[in-house]
C-alpha cells in the first residue's frame, strides 16, 4: 500500500483540520478545533506510556499541571516569554518523569496506577497550598499579551499551532510502531519476562517512555494554560484530567498512532456539543456529559478493549475477506 | 478518624483480596453513604446512628446490583480494563450526584456532633467517639466473619486459588457478588458514620478514598488485619504531621508515606514480597 492509502484516515483528519480555518470563520467552531487537537495531543503523550509501554497512569495531570504551572509563574513572576516556560516545564517534567517512572518501576497495574495518583495528589497540594509563590487555590491569570513570542495568537494561529504539535506527536507514534525501540517497547508490554529473557532492558525503556510522555504532555500543558488563561491548581492537577487523558487514548485505542486523535475528536464534539445545549437547563446539568464520559468508559473497554481504531480495522478485515 | 479509616479500607482491602480488582469507585459510595445520612437527617430527621440500620442493607443491595451489572462482565479481564471500568463508574457516580443534588456543601448536625467529650486530655465530640466505636466493632464483625464462618473460609480459600475453588465445587460468582456487596456495604456504613463529621459534597468520597489506599497498601493491600493496623499508622501520622507542620501539609505526608511503601515495600508491611510484580 501507498503512504497515502496507508494512513487515509490521519490525512482525512489533519488535513481536514488545516483546511478549516481557511473555510471557517466562525471563532466557536475554530476553538472546539483547537482543543480538539490539543486533547489528541495529551492523549496522544499519554498514549506514549499507557498504550505503547503497558505503564497505565492516572496521574498524567500531575506534568500537564508542571507545565502549565512553570510558563504561568515565569510569565506573571519574572516576564518571561511561555516559550521559555515551556523549556523548564518539560526539564521538569523529564526530571519528574524520570523519578517517578524510576521509582515504580517495580510495580505493575492497579499499584502503578496508584503511585501516579500520588503523585499528582502531592503536586496538587503542594501548587494549592505555597500560596506565596504559586497564588495558593485561587490559580493564575495568564495575561493575554498578543504576539508569537508570547504565545498571544489569534484562533486561526492557534489552530495550525495545535495541528503542528498534534502532527509531531502522531509522527512519533507512527516511528514507535515501526522502530525498534518501539517493536521492544512492544515485548515488554506483552510479555516482560519473555522480553527479559531475549535480553531486552524491560525496565530502562519503560522509565524511558515514561518519561518521554511526561515530558510531552508537559508541552501541552503548557500551551493549554496560553490558551485558556487560567490555571487553576483543583483543575490541572485533578484525577478527571489525568482520567480524561486516558479516554481518548482509550476510546480511540490504545497504543495506536491515530487512537488518541479520534478518540479526542469524539469525547471533545461530544462535550463541546452537551454543554452548549445542557447549560441553559439548569447549573448542575453541566455534569451530565461527565455521566455519559463514566458510562461510556466502561461500556468501551467491555465490550470495544481495542478502541474505535481497532474497531475499524478488524471491521476492515472482516469486509475483505468474506466469511 | 483511624477506626473510619479501618472501616473504608477494609471494604476494599476485602474487594482487593478476593476479587483482586482495586476499586477506584469506593470513594463515591462513601459519598453515597453520606449523602444518604444527609438526606434521612433533613427530610425524616433520622439520626445519622438508625441510619445505619437501613443503610447496611441498602449498600449491600446497592452492592449487588453494581456487581450484576458493571464488575460482573470484568472480573476475569486485564488489569487496564478492570482499572477503568472502576474509575469510569466514578466518575459517572460522582457526576450523577453533581446533578441529583448539585456541588452544594451540605452539613448534618445531629445533637451529638455538639456533645463534648473529654478523652485523655483532648477534646471530641460524641459523634467521633461513637463513630470510632461502631467502625471498629464492624470491622471486627467482619473480620470475624472472614474467619470463623463457612462462607467466609469459602471465601478465603476463592482469594488464594480460583481454579481449586472452582473444581472443589465453590459458586465462585457467588463470592464475588457477596464480597463486592460486602465491601460496599462496609464503606456505605463508613459513610453513614462520617457524615456528621464532615461535609457532604459530590466529591467527599475522593480525600477519604486517596487515604484507604494509603492505608490498604501500608497493611498490604487484601490484608484485613493490615488494613487495621495501616489505618491507625495513617491516623498517627496525620496527627503528628498537623502538629508539626500544621493542617494545611499534613495530607502531604501520607501521600509521601504512600508513595515511600510503593517503592521501598509494596506489598505493604506485613504482606508477601513480590505480590506487586505479579500485579497481584
Known amino acids: 500500500m501507498g503512504l497515502v492509502a496507508r494512513h487515509w484516515g490521519a490525512l482525512l483528519i489533519f488535513g481536514g483540520a488545516a483546511l478549516t480555518p481557511i473555510l471557517v470563520r466562525d471563532a466557536y467552531f475554530l476553538d472546539s478545533l483547537v482543543l480538539i487537537l490539543l486533547w489528541g495531543a495529551l492523549s496522544a503523550a499519554w498514549n506514549v506510556a499507557g498504550g505503547y509501554a503497558g505503564q497505565v497512569s492516572i496521574g498524567h495531570a500531575a506534568f500537564f499541571g508542571i507545565g502549565a504551572y512553570s510558563a504561568a509563574l515565569l510569565g506573571t513572576r519574572f516576564q518571561q516569554s511561555p516559550w521559555l516556560g515551556m523549556l523548564v516545564g518539560v526539564a521538569l517534567s523529564l526530571a519528574a518523569g524520570a523519578a517517578i517512572g524510576y521509582l515504580s518501576n517495580r510495580l505493575k497495574g492497579p499499584y502503578f496506577a496508584l503511585s501516579t495518583i500520588a503523585f499528582s495528589q502531592v503536586l496538587l497540594i503542594v501548587a494549592s497550598r505555597w500560596r506565596a509563590f504559586t497564588s495558593g487555590s485561587e490559580g493564575i491569570p495568564v495575561p493575554f499579551r498578543p504576539g508569537f513570542a508570547t504565545l498571544g495568537l489569534g484562533h486561526v494561529a492557534w489552530v495550525y499551532l495545535a495541528l503542528v504539535v498534534a502532527l509531531l506527536y502522531w509522527g512519533l507514534e507512527l516511528w514507535l510502531e515501526h522502530s525498534r525501540f518501539g517493536y521492544r517497547l512492544a515485548g515488554v508490554r506483552e510479555d516482560e519476562d519473555a522480553a527479559q529473557a531475549l535480553g531486552i532492558p524491560a525496565r530502562r525503556l519503560k522509565v524511558i517512555a515514561v518519561t518521554m510522555s511526561a515530558a510531552l504532555t508537559s508541552v501541552c500543558g503548557t500551551l493549554w494554560a496560553q490558551y485558556v488563561g487560567f490555571v487553576d491548581p483543583f483543575y490541572v492537577f485533578s484525577v478527571d484530567l489525568s482520567v480524561r487523558f486516558a479516554l481518548n487514548a482509550i476510546i480511540g485505542g490504545m497504543g495506536t498512532a491515530l487512537g488518541p486523535f479520534l478518540g479526542s475528536i469524539l469525547i471533545t464534539s461530544l462535550e463541546t456539543y452537551l454543554r452548549a445545549t445542557l447549560s441553559g437547563v439548569k447549573s448542575g446539568f453541566t455534569g451530565i456529559y461527565l455521566i455519559v464520559y463514566g458510562v461510556v468508559l466502561i461500556l468501551v473497554v467491555r465490550f470495544v478493549p481495542e478502541g474505535l481504531a481497532g474497531l475499524s480495522a478488524r471491521l476492515w478485515a472482516r469486509a475483505r475477506v468474506p466469511s | ?280
Open chain 2, 1 to 280: 478518624m483511624g477506626g473510619i479509616y479501618a472501616l473504608i479500607a477494609v471494604g476494599l482491602t476485602l474487594i482487593f483480596g478476593i476479587m483482586r480488582v482495586v476499586n477506584f469507585a469506593h470513594g463515591e459510595f462513601l459519598m453515597l453513604g453520606m449523602y444518604l445520612a444527609f438526606w434521612a437527617f433533613t427530610l425524616l430527621s433520622l439520626d445519622p446512628w438508625f441510619v445505619l440500620f437501613v443503610s447496611i442493607p441498602l449498600f449491600f443491595g446497592i452492592g449487588l446490583v453494581t456487581y450484576a451489572l458493571v464488575m460482573k462482565g470484568v472480573i476475569l479481564a486485564s488489569h487496564n480494563v478492570q482499572i477503568f471500568t472502576t474509575v469510569g463508574l466514578s466518575t459517572a457516580l460522582q457526576n450523577l450526584a453533581l446533578v441529583l443534588w448539585s456541588g452544594d456543601f451540605h452539613t448534618v448536625r445531629p445533637w451529638h456532633a455538639l456533645t463534648p467529650v473529654r478523652l485523655a486530655g483532648t477534646a471530641f465530640n460524641l459523634s467521633q467517639v461513637v463513630a470510632f466505636v461502631i467502625a471498629v466493632t464492624l470491622t471486627i464483625l467482619l473480620f470475624l466473619f472472614m474467619r470463623r464462618t463457612h462462607t467466609g473460609r469459602v471465601m478465603r480459600a476463592t482469594a488464594q486459588d480460583r481454579d481449586a475453588a472452582i473444581l472443589m465445587g465453590i459458586d465462585t460468582d457467588r463470592v464475588y457478588r457477596l464480597t463486592f456487596a460486602l465491601g460496599i456495604a462496609a464503606v456505605g456504613a463508613a459513610g453513614v458514620l462520617v457524615s456528621p463529621l464532615y461535609a457532604v459534597y459530590p466529591t467527599a468520597g475522593l480525600q477519604f478514598v486517596l487515604l484507604s489506599y494509603v492505608v490498604v497498601v501500608l497493611g498490604g493491600l487484601g490484608d484485613m488485619v493490615g488494613a487495621l493496623i495501616g489505618s491507625l499508622i495513617v491516623a498517627a501520622v496525620e496527627v503528628a504531621g498537623s502538629y508539626f507542620f500544621g493542617t494545611a501539609w499534613k495530607e502531604i505526608f501520607y501521600f509521601l508515606l504512600f508513595i515511600g511503601v510503593l517503592v521501598f515495600r509494596p506489598a505493604g508491611l506485613f504482606g508477601q514480597r513480590g505480590a506487586e510484580t505479579l500485579g497481584m
